[in-house]
T-cell receptor
Framework: NAGVTQTPKFQVLKTGQSMTLQCAQD?????MSWYRQDPGMGLRLIHY???????DQGEVPNGYNVSRSTTEDFPLRLLSAAPSQTSVYFC???????????FGPGTRLTVT | AQTVTQSQPEMSVQEAETVTLSCTYD???????LFWYKQPPSRQMILVIR??????QNATENRFSVNFQKAAKSFSLKISDSQLGDAAMYFC?????????FGAGTRLTVKP
């Protein structure tokens, strides 16, 4: 049981480039979420999904897209990277909307 | 929107002593969960303890316990017999049906 996996662990982008952060879970969890962590601000919710084919916006969705074609995978896409998107990104999953979430190891993204 | 406030950016405790980390939250929802997560330097988010809002009994997990005051919207974490491995960032988190919010975190230092 791998839990929640994220790739890559580190990434450097130039302003304007696009990329996809990958997230997968093998626990058959319905709920999956993406967060960003900035210094002094805790984690903030970007997008979440309550099941395959269903996604919704969180607190800070601008500049990010998501899709959920399978229960296992929940990729996060940056369409045109900006320096303000420099952050650590966490993916998480949970069995239901109120249970504790299991987090991936995070991706440190730097946009220059 | 729900908010979570951790008023102590940093705390320090002597090994084997007890420390309490504070957390307050604001919500109009009646059904929610509260969590404390630990984030060591590895940046992995680790669940410490959870509390269901409908339960009056305070949750405990070995050396970790909470003081949940629903009317006051307060959710503090007590760590007893502190160990060097407890040193980390601690995040208080609120989870409602459609939202999850984290506090800004408290950095706990454990002195030998």
């Amino acid at each position: 049981n791998a839990g929640v996996t994220q790739t890559p662990k580190f990434q450097v982008l130039k302003t304007g480039q696009s990329m996809t952060l990958q997230c997968a879970q093998d626990m058959n969890h319905e709920y999956m979420s993406w967060y960003r962590q900035d210094p002094g601000m805790g984690l903030r919710l970007i997008h979440y999904s309550v099941g395959a084919g269903i996604t919704d916006q969180g607190e800070v969705p601008n500049g990010y897209n998501v899709s959920r074609s399978t229960t296992e995978d929940f990729p996060l896409r940056l369409l045109s990277a900006a320096p303000s998107q420099t952050s650590v990104y966490f993916c998480a999953s949970s069995r239901t909307g109120l249970n504790e979430q299991y987090f991936g190891p995070g991706t440190r993204l730097t946009v220059t | 929107a729900q908010t979570v406030t951790q008023s102590q950016p940093e705390m320090s405790v002597q090994e084997a002593e007890t420390v309490t980390l504070s957390c307050t939250y604001d919500t109009s929802e009646s059904d929610y969960y509260l969590f404390w997560y630990k984030q060591p330097p590895s940046r992995q988010m680790i669940l410490v303890i959870r509390q269901e809002a409908y339960k009056q009994q305070n949750a405990t997990e070995n050396r970790f316990s909470v003081n949940f005051q629903k009317a006051a919207k307060s959710f503090s974490l007590k760590i007893s017999d502190s160990q060097l491995g407890d040193a980390a960032m601690y995040f208080c988190a609120y989870r409602g049906l459609t939202d999850m919010r984290f506090g800004a975190g408290t950095r706990l230092t454990v002195k030998p």
